[in-house]
């Protein structure tokens, strides 16, 4: 069963930059897809990011496409999350989560294990 710690989160002003990690232990990293996920506040958790057991495959969602990258270094345990050109919307809880074998997927239903999450803050 693998441990996920997200770090990186702050507070910035609209326009910044922020990269997010999420180191892994307890597992063999490079047998799950990684996920960035986010859960602003009063509504639901939805999907940022994710990627391949390999790194060869990345899907965004609308709201981080051109703005967020993931990326991974499975010699690292870790996943990262590059968000640029912030905005006061990208204000949330992130989260990232690791399925065993799975797919690059936003589905956060393929998702079994999560982080505790990092608070990022964009202020206007």
């Known amino acids: 069963q693998v441990q996920l710690v997200e770090s990186g989160g702050g507070l910035v002003q609209a326009g910044d930059s922020l990269r997010l990690s999420c180191a892994a232990s307890?597992?063999?990293?490079?047998?799950?897809?990684m996920g960035w996920f986010r859960r602003a506040p009063g509504k639901e958790r939805e999907s940022v990011a994710s990627i391949s057991r390999a790194g060869s495959n990345i899907l965004y969602a609308d709201s981080a496409k051109g703005r967020f990258t993931i990326s991974r270094d499975n010699a690292k345990n870790t996943v990262y999350l590059q968000m640029n050109s912030l905005k006061p919307e990208d204000t949330a809880v992130y989260y990232c989560?690791?399925?065993?074998?799975?797919?690059?997927?936003?589905?956060?239903?393929?998702?079994?294990?999560w982080g505790r999450g990092t608070q990022v803050t964009v202020s206007s």
């Open positions: 307890g597992g063999t990293f490079s047998r799950y897809a």
């Open positions: 989560a690791a399925g065993l074998y799975r797919s690059v997927t936003l589905n956060q239903r393929e998702y079994e294990f």
